[in-house]
């Protein structure tokens, strides 16, 4: 046998680390935190696209950036999913279960479950009608329209809520932009007038005419 073969195999084989575990934490740096959010929601679409093509399920997620805006994903389609999600509600099945427990404190986890599922069922409904408004301002945008002129007829409560809340905060940043512009103007018709002045402060002719037009709402 050769000496070089014999070292070789007496050589300790190095143990490899291994797939190194990711620590599930908040990522600290908002630019890094924006391309990691963009990366896992692409992936869970696929994954849940996938999913529905391999089993023949019927999938919705619903996403909220942390800035607010909505990301969803349906197969077939996110409203007939939301639509039979909410449709079974099945205030008898519920019912059924509360009877056949056997003890008070199965029957007060079964409402106290109850309710949780019931408060889920609101907010569900909350973040179809929000997810419903997004699409309406989306569509309105691309067919170069304003979402101020969103027909109010078909508004439920919630809906005009928002929309109320929406114009008033436009209004006031309309009002800020105002006060700002016509802080520009004044300062620019202070400019224009000490444009007429000569280099010894005596007004000019034009300066006293133009003074006079000001004075009497001409101008």
């Known amino acids: 046998m050769d000496a070089t073969t014999d070292l070789s195999d007496q050589r300790p084989l190095r143990k490899s680390r291994g797939r190194r575990k990711i620590e599930i934490k908040k990522v600290e740096k908002e630019n890094r935190r924006c391309v990691t959010f963009s990366k896992r929601k692409s992936g869970m679409f696929k994954k849940a696209t996938e999913l529905s093509?391999?089993?023949?399920?019927?999938v919705a997620v619903i996403l909220f950036s942390e800035h607010g805006k909505a990301f969803s994903c349906g197969n077939p389609n996110m409203d007939k999913v939301l639509d039979r999600y909410?449709?079974?509600?099945e205030e008898g099945e519920y019912n059924s279960c509360v009877l056949e427990s056997g003890s008070n404190g199965d029957i007060v986890t079964?409402?106290?479950?109850?309710q949780e599922y019931e408060?889920?069922?609101?907010?569900?409904?909350e973040m179809k009608r929000a997810l419903k408004m997004v699409e309406k301002k989306s569509n309105n945008v691309k067919k170069?329209?304003?979402w101020w002129d969103l027909p109010m007829d078909n508004m439920e409560?919630?809906?005009?809520?928002?929309?109320?809340?929406?114009?008033?905060?436009?209004k006031k940043n309309v009002m800020a932009r105002i006060e700002v512009m016509a802080a520009h103007h004044a300062a620019?018709?202070?400019s224009i007038i000490n444009q007429f002045i000569d280099h010894n402060g005596v007004w000019s002719s034009s300066t006293a005419s133009y003074d006079a037009g000001f004075n009497n709402g001409f101008l």
């Open 53 to 58: 093509t391999l089993c023949g399920a019927e």
């Open 86 to 89: 909410l449709a079974e509600t």
């Open 110 to 114: 079964q409402t106290l479950q109850k």
């Open 119 to 125: 408060k889920s069922l609101r907010r569900l409904e």
């Open 144 to 146: 170069g329209e304003f």
């Open 157 to 170: 409560k919630e809906e005009l809520e928002g929309y109320k809340e929406s114009l008033e905060e436009l």
């Open 188 to 190: 620019g018709e202070s």
